[in-house]
């Protein structure tokens, strides 16, 4: 049973940063896909950033530059650090896996969803 559990997150005024992790368990994560989506208020569900099993990054084209996600195989946990936030950025923010070492920024193609951890940024 693959299991997710997001952290990190909080609020913080436009221009700064934060960060949020992602622990994986019931799976070898270096090898599997893992990816960020976030949810703003009343919108659907977007991808932010993905890191696939080769350590190949993508990024939504709203966060490039600002935005790292990361991964340490050794501890199964997912990063993603915010730097820059902008009020558009708001949102619940969830980790994500797929059982396959490819990626892509379509949530469709993921199985695997955290709780989700809120990010509330403000101008």
């Known amino acids: 049973q693959v299991q997710l559990v997001e952290s990190g997150g909080g609020s913080v005024q436009a221009g700064g940063s934060l960060g949020v992790s992602c622990a994986a368990s019931?799976?070898?994560?270096?090898?599997?896909?893992m990816g960020w989506f976030r949810q703003p208020p009343g919108k659907e569900r977007e991808g932010v950033a993905v890191v696939s099993g080769y350590g190949i990054t993508r990024y939504a084209d709203s966060v490039k530059g600002r935005f790292t996600i990361s991964k340490d195989n050794a501890k199964n946990t997912l990063y993603l650090q915010m730097n820059s936030l902008k009020p558009e950025d708001t949102g619940m923010y969830y980790c994500?896996?797929?059982?396959?070492?490819?990626?892509?920024?379509?949530?469709?193609?993921?199985?695997?969803w955290g709780q989700g951890t809120q990010v509330t940024v403000s101008s």
């Open positions: 994500a896996a797929r059982g396959t070492v490819s990626c892509t920024l379509d949530q469709r193609d993921f199985g695997y």
């Open positions: 019931g799976y070898t994560s270096g090898r599997t896909c």
